[in-house]
C-alpha cells in the first residue's frame, strides 16, 4: 500500500492541519482534486499507528505521542488554601493519617491526567 496524509500546506503558508490519511490507490483524491482544495499530498512510510503517533501540524508529519503526565490529587489537595491551613494545623502523625486515608479514599483515582480538571473526579475513569 501507499499510504499518504492529505493536509494543509505548512506554516506559513497554512495551517498544516491534517485532512485525512489513507491509501493514496484507493477511494483517495486525485492530485488536481486536492491542488484544488488548495491541500498537499504527503506520502508516508506505511499506515500511521495512531496510538503511539500524532500529527504535527508545525512540521506536517507523523510524530511519536508525548508519554502522559499523571498528577498526584494528593498535591491538588495542598493547592487549596483552607485544605492547607488545616494540614498545617496537624502534627506529623496526624498529616500521615489523613494522606493514608485519602490514599484509601481516592484508590485507583489518585492520579490524573495533567490535562484533567483538579476539582472534580469523574465517574467510572481510572
Known amino acids: 500500500m501507499a499510504w499518504a496524509a492529505i493536509h494543509d500546506p505548512p506554516p506559513p503558508l497554512g495551517t498544516g492541519e491534517l485532512r485525512g490519511t489513507g491509501d493514496d490507490r484507493v477511494n ?13 499530498k504527503t506520502l508516508l512510510a506505511g499506515e500511521p499507528d495512531l496510538r503511539s503517533q500524532m500529527w504535527d501540524a508545525a512540521t506536517v508529519r507523523f510524530v511519536a505521542r508525548p508519554a502522559p503526565v499523571f498528577v498526584d490529587r494528593l498535591e491538588d489537595l495542598k493547592t487549596d488554601a ?12 496526624q498529616q500521615t493519617r489523613v494522606r ?6 481516592l484508590g485507583a483515582r489518585r492520579f490524573r491526567r495533567d490535562i484533567e480538571d483538579a476539582t472534580t473526579l469523574t465517574p467510572g475513569a481510572p
Open 28 to 40: 483517495f483524491p486525485s492530485d488536481a482534486e486536492i491542488a484544488l482544495k488548495g491541500w498537499v
Open 82 to 93: 483552607d485544605f492547607q491551613a488545616i494540614w498545617d494545623g496537624l502534627n506529623p502523625a
Open 100 to 105: 493514608n486515608f485519602f490514599v484509601r479514599f
